[in-house]
């Protein structure tokens, strides 16, 4: 199952980085094998943002598809490779910093008394990939440097835990996302 996951998983990353609205349905099924992975090993935050990216998917797939036929409509040639980015305010920086800090804690604190092995490791993954996925919904382009650590984050817990398929797939993320980063600035219009 975890090859599985680190097959899809990478499908999913290379459709994110070309902001291709099928990257929402490769998501789902990602994320129900990503959560039977991490269940099994008792990584139980990880296992919840599993699911939380699994609820996403659907949330994400609605957001785009609209988004991209306002778009289609307003621009003249479809064949066009642009990428409708939205401005990351000051106000949702702030919050999201306030959510991810109140949320470490309090899920560490939670994922103590479910006898999580990495319960501090793994609640800064979750939580900093929550306010990411949220950002990659928005299309807000500093979702990549979220990303960026909470992936680099995900590559250690998977090693620590013997997971070596999940941690190449987490590695292979990180990676994607400096060229996600590279790819949206490049191709990106506010």
Not at 25 to 37: F, H, I, K, Q, R
Not at 94 to 103: D, K, Q, R, Y
Request: proline share 1%.
């Amino acid at each position: 199952m975890e090859i599985f996951t680190l097959v899809t998983g990478i499908i999913y990353m290379i459709l994110e980085i070309r902001h291709h609205n099928f990257m929402w349905v490769v998501g789902v099924v990602t994320s129900a094998a990503a959560m039977w992975v991490f269940f099994r090993q008792g990584l139980y935050a990880s296992f919840g943002l599993n699911t939380y990216y699994l609820i996403t998917a659907f949330i994400g797939l609605w957001h785009w598809t609209r988004d991209s036929r306002r778009v289609a409509s307003q621009m003249k040639s479809e064949s066009d490779e642009v990428i409708v980015l939205n401005r990351l305010s000051l106000k949702t920086a702030l919050l999201s910093l306030v959510f991810a800090v109140a949320g470490i804690f309090a899920l560490a604190w939670l994922m103590e008394l479910v006898e999580n092995p990495m319960s501090y490791l793994d609640s800064t993954v979750t939580v900093l990939s929550i306010v990411a996925t949220w950002w990659l919904v928005k299309s807000y382009i500093e979702q990549w440097w979220l990303w960026i650590l909470a992936d680099t984050l995900s590559t250690i817990l998977c090693l620590t835990q013997g997971m070596w398929w999940m941690a190449v797939l987490y590695a292979a993320y990180t990676a994607s996302a400096f060229i996600g980063l590279r790819y949206w600035r490049k191709h990106g219009t506010l």
